[in-house]
């Protein structure tokens, strides 16, 4: 696996759009243990920006 140092373009997508996203992948022939990894991607993406926007925020510990 080659691992690249540059960072991941950062989306911005709705709640509708994320929701989309997983269910076409729901729906997919794509292996269901891709599809799992897919979706937990898709989630962790999700929440590792909602972490950093709280962060970045005055008195968020």
């Known amino acids: 696996m080659n691992h690249s140092k540059k960072l991941p373009k950062v989306v911005d997508k709705s709640q509708a759009d994320i929701d989309a996203a997983i269910a076409a992948i729901k729906i997919s022939n794509i292996p269901s243990s891709t ?20 962060m970045q925020k005055p008195g968020w510990v």
């Open 35 to 54: 599809k799992e990894f897919a979706i937990s991607c898709i989630k962790l993406a999700v929440w590792l920006n909602f972490q950093i926007s709280r």
